[in-house]
């Protein structure tokens, strides 16, 4: 990821590569929200306002179709966003995981295997209260 320059010096072309750096960003509490469903994963960073840093999905990591919903795009979905942070300097997270998807678990192994200082886990599954009424009885 750098700029190329070209210098000509005394006839020959010299290339010279610049490299520039990101800004590492201080980020004192992050949130991660894990959301899983049978098709997808789909993986958020927020600050603590809620404001999106970096996302990551199965789809991004380059999986298609069915292999979306499995756990291995899961996990791999993390790493990619996992990556994607690298230059974040963070120092507490909240986790959130929402759906009943097979890619969550390993997701959530990926990050805790990293050296994250994470404080608090959640699950935000909707669950009905009550639901739709049940079918009237059938009259034969």
Avoid at 27 to 37: A, E, K, N
Avoid at 105 to 129: E, G, M
Wanted: proline share 7%.
């Amino acid at each position: 990821m750098g700029r190329t320059r070209e210098k000509i010096v005394s006839g020959a072309e010299v290339k010279e590569t610049v490299v520039t750096q990101k800004k590492k960003m201080n980020l004192p509490v992050g949130r991660i929200y894990i959301t899983s469903s049978h098709n997808n994963i789909k993986i958020c960073l927020t600050d603590d306002n809620g404001n999106v840093i970096a996302w990551s999905s199965a789809g991004h990591a380059g999986f298609k179709h069915t292999k979306k919903g499995t756990p291995y795009a899961g996990a791999k979905a993390m790493e990619v966003l996992l990556d994607k942070i690298s230059n974040v300097n963070i120092g507490e997270l909240k986790v959130f995981v929402k759906g009943i998807g097979p890619g969550r678990d390993p997701a959530l192994r990926v990050l805790f295997s990293k050296n994250y200082n994470i404080t608090y886990i959640a699950d935000i599954t909707p669950i009905p209260f009550g639901g739709p009424t049940p079918p009237k009885p059938r009259r034969v």
